[in-house]
């Protein structure tokens, strides 16, 4: 398995890797395989874990059959339970969740959404924004560590400014499930640079 070299899909049409995210420290592969094996279309499973540590680091892939393999499951399972846990699955396209990564190319042109409701997950959120806005690159919802219920808002990520500022505006006020979107700006006006954005979108520091 080590010389395969990664295979950059042309479209999204063409992914079939989930990216599994706020896995608990005890997730591992065998207990995924658990939960998807049964569908008959699983390929493989991987966790990512810190080089150093090996511990996990949260996010994990799933690779299916197909595409559509993939979508069934993702619009199947994502904001359900695990089994055995209060957690609810995390799923989206890994394409928008290998933002994860650190070493993300390209500027990032974020937004905040607020007064999202209960139900609202990455994907749904991505989608709404998606379907208006080609570049939209991912979304997150921010999510209480403990219980992994939703706070009610989160963050939209596109690659062209433009359409992030088109967005601002024209998606303010629009319904995203039962309730209608509040936008502003991601980042305080007196940003101190990628590191803030970073820990705002992470959910590390309160928006000011």
Not at 57 to 76: C, K, N
Not at 192 to 199: N, S
């Amino acid at each position: 398995q080590h010389h395969h070299h990664h295979h950059h899909p042309a479209s999204l049409e063409e992914v079939r890797t989930l990216w599994i995210g706020d896995l608990q420290f005890w997730v591992d592969e065998s207990y995924l395989n658990s939960c998807f094996a049964h569908t008959g279309e699983l390929v493989s499973i991987k966790i990512i874990r810190n080089k150093i540590t090996g511990l996990p680091e949260g996010y994990g892939f799933v690779e299916f059959v197909s595409h559509a393999a993939a979508e069934r499951i993702l619009q199947t399972y994502n904001g359900t339970p695990m089994p055995g846990t209060e957690q609810m699955f995390r799923l989206n396209w890994a394409s928008f969740g290998a933002g994860e990564r650190h070493n993300d190319p390209g500027p990032d042109h974020s937004i905040f959404v607020g007064d999202l409701a209960p139900d609202v997950t990455d994907y749904l959120l991505q989608e709404t924004f998606r379907a208006h806005y080609p570049s939209v690159r991912g979304a997150k919802v921010v999510t209480d560590p403990n219980t992994g219920r939703s706070k009610g808002y989160g963050f939209v990520k596109f690659s062209d400014e433009t359409e992030r500022n088109r967005a601002m505006t024209e998606m303010n006020g629009v319904y995203c499930s039962t309730r209608a979107m509040r936008i502003s700006a991601a980042t305080p006006k007196k940003t101190t640079g990628f590191q803030q954005q970073y820990a705002v979108a992470k959910g590390l520091i309160p928006l000011l």
